[in-house]
Structures are given as structure tokens and as C-alpha cells.
């Protein structure tokens, strides 16, 4: 069984203008895929590759995927069971996900995160669709 998530973000720190929140998640904590409104299950080495990709590369926030620039990226942790452990918690405290912190330069998408337009952090980008099956 495949699940489905809302993603909202999470903290929202107004004197400093930076927004808090997952911005994707591969696995749920009882290690079930998660599916996005697309239908598409990400899977973690994918993910993590995009993702480190992403912060050594861009770092740049948009706003609904069309214009650029009008945030930076602040803060990124890719959560994996393994870095979990290492930071003395248990494998399966936060789902394998990704957690993004954004400082917002631009008035207008700032007064969306606000008012609560903007609810929710939303990645893009390109790949391949390939079936898959688990254990295959």
C-alpha cells in the first residue's frame, strides 16, 4: 500500500523572512513509499543524488515553478535511517525525507507565504518514469 502526504511548511520566522519545511519525502516512517499528486514514488538514492545536486548547483527558490530568484536556499538535511542513528536517534524518528529552509528576498511571494498562499514547499525537476516493482 502506497501513502500520500501533505507537506505543509512548518516554521515560519518573520523577522528573518525564512520558511521551514519538508520539501519532499522518499519513504514514510514504517518505510512505505510515499506517492506524490503526480502519481510518482521517489526513490531515496534518486532523490538524495537530485537533492545534493540541487545544493551544490542552485540553491535558488521560485515561486510556483515559473519565476526564479526570490528565495535562497538556508538550510538542507537529507534524512536517511543511517543519519538518523548517527545522531543518536531511533532510524525511524522522521520519515527518509528532505527538510529545506528558505529565506524569501521577494515582497510579493513573502506576502504569500504570510497569508498562507504559499502553504507548502513544492520541488521540480526532470527525469525519467520507469515502472517499478517492489523487491524486484
Do not use: N
Not at 545544493?55 to 536517511?80: P, Q
Not at 504570510?114 to 526532470?126: H, M
Request: with cysteine.
Amino acid at each position: 500500500e502506497k501513502a500520500t502526504l501533505s507537506l505543509p511548511i512548518t516554521k515560519i520566522d518573520e523577522a528573518q523572512r525564512k520558511v521551514f519545511g519538508f520539501a519532499s519525502v522518499a519513504k514514510l516512517a514504517d518505510g512505505s513509499d510515499l506517492v506524490d499528486r503526480q502519481g510518482d514514488v521517489l526513490h531515496s538514492p534518486s532523490m538524495q543524488t537530485a537533492v545534493y545536486t540541487y545544493v551544490l548547483d542552485s540553491r535558488d527558490g521560485g515561486e510556483m515553478h515559473t519565476r526564479r530568484g526570490v528565495a535562497k536556499l538556508c538550510e538542507s538535511v537529507y534524512f536517511t535511517t543511517e543519519k538518523l542513528q548517527a545522531m543518536g536517534l531511533p532510524g525511524d524518528a522522521i520519515p527518509e525525507s528532505w527538510w529545506v529552509g528558505f529565506q524569501v528576498d521577494d515582497d510579493d511571494v513573502w506576502q504569500g507565504v504570510t497569508s498562507g498562499k504559499y502553504a507548502a514547499f513544492s520541488i521540480a525537476g526532470l527525469g525519467s518514469r520507469e515502472d517499478y516493482e517492489e523487491g524486484a
